[in-house]
């Protein structure tokens, strides 16, 4: 978006108008004739302009079957109208689900369309402000759902921004679009430092570095790579020998009975908020692959030890949201 105030402010007008209403809107959403906008694209206005030239010819020259070619084809222009107006008319837009990222990792956002219409609709092209346009067909009286990409820059919630749907089908002459701004939101967590130091020792606590450096010797099997597991514990001979695309992370016993706790002031020596909760975030991945038990504690919220997916994705949300209004 411009950086001109002006501009901001007629573009902001424009799109209130066009969605008649403020963002966000009530689902579902349907775009109806008055939310759809119709223009010529660049082939449409070149078809024009021959038509104009074929015109003057036949009247120059007196032709009647070039009158008759030129009346054909205006008509069947006036025609090409109608389809990729009906194309994208009456089109019934509902939020989806979106699944957690980190910080600098692609948000993805789910989008239901429903399709009303006893004719499938082809060629239906939803674009993210910056983004590059997903192209789907929707089948007759079918609904289908849409994933969407956006990068995120910080942690946090992330609102879904204002969706263009546009189609040029059937003879990409004319375009037609409509915007469409349902509530959702993705939340980020936060990016794991590259670089932390070692879990720290609790003083007269089990389950420092040194009793969980022994659980690691004890090698237990192979599972699924997943987007928190570090690159250290990928078994990359496994991967090539069994020769799969997919990753192999390598599990470890001994250290499960261990606890730990993550506490924000033993991270004195970081000055930047930004950056304890980066460390933090790097434990709690590492802990979590490790199968440690691990809590947390943060200026105003402690978090009990566990170990299962679900406290996992309780410490991220607490970090993630830190500081910020909900």
């Keep these: ?10 573009q902001a007008r424009f799109f209130r108008w066009a969605l008649r209403g403020r963002a966000p809107e009530a689902v579902p959403i349907r775009l109806t004739q008055r939310r759809v906008f119709v223009l010529p694209t660049r082939h449409g206005l070149g078809y024009a302009l021959a038509l104009l ?3 003057v010819g036949a009247i120059n020259y007196n032709l009647s079957l070039g009158h008759a070619l030129v009346f054909l084809l205006a008509g069947l222009g006036a025609t090409t109208i109608l389809h990729t107006f009906r194309n994208l008319a009456q089109l019934q837009i509902r939020p989806s689900r979106c699944t957690q990222a980190f910080a600098g990792e692609m948000a993805h956002f789910g989008i239901v369309l ?3 219409r006893r004719q499938s609709r082809p060629s239906i092209r939803l674009r993210l402000p910056g ?16 994933i969407l990409e956006m990068p995120s820059n910080r942690r946090g919630w992330l609102a879904l921004p204002r969706i263009t749907l546009e189609t040029t089908y059937p003879l990409g002459l004319i375009r037609c679009w409509g915007y469409a701004a349902p509530e959702l939101h993705c ?3 936060p990016a794991p430092a590259p670089q932390a130091p070692p879990f720290p020792i609790m003083p007269g606590e ?7 450096a022994t659980g690691m010797e004890d090698f237990s099997g192979l599972r699924a790579h997943q987007q928190a597991d570090p690159l250290r514990h990928v078994a990359w001979k496994a991967v090539a020998r069994i020769d799969q695309e997919a990753l192999l992370t390598k599990q470890f016993s001994g250290a499960a009975t261990q606890t730990l706790w993550l506490d924000w002031d033993q991270l004195a020596a970081y000055g930047d908020i930004e950056q304890k909760i980066s460390v933090l975030t790097r434990w709690i991945c590492d802990a979590h692959t490790l199968g440690l038990g ?6 105003g919220h402690e978090l009990a030890p566990a170990s299962d997916q679900a406290h996992f994705h309780a410490c991220l949300k607490l ?3 830190y500081g910020q209004t909900t």
């Design 187 to 189: 939340l980020i967590y």
């Design 206 to 212: 089990e389950g420092g570095a040194n009793s969980m």
């Design 131 to 146: 983004q590059t346009p997903v192209e789907v067909e929707i089948p007759e009286s079918d609904s289908l759902e849409v």
């Design 114 to 116: 429903d399709n009303l």
């Design 294 to 299: 691990w809590g947390l504690r943060i200026p």
């Design 53 to 55: 030239v074929m015109l």
């Design 319 to 321: 970090l993630a949201l």
């Design 1 to 10: 978006m411009s950086s001109n105030p002006l501009v901001t402010f007629v």
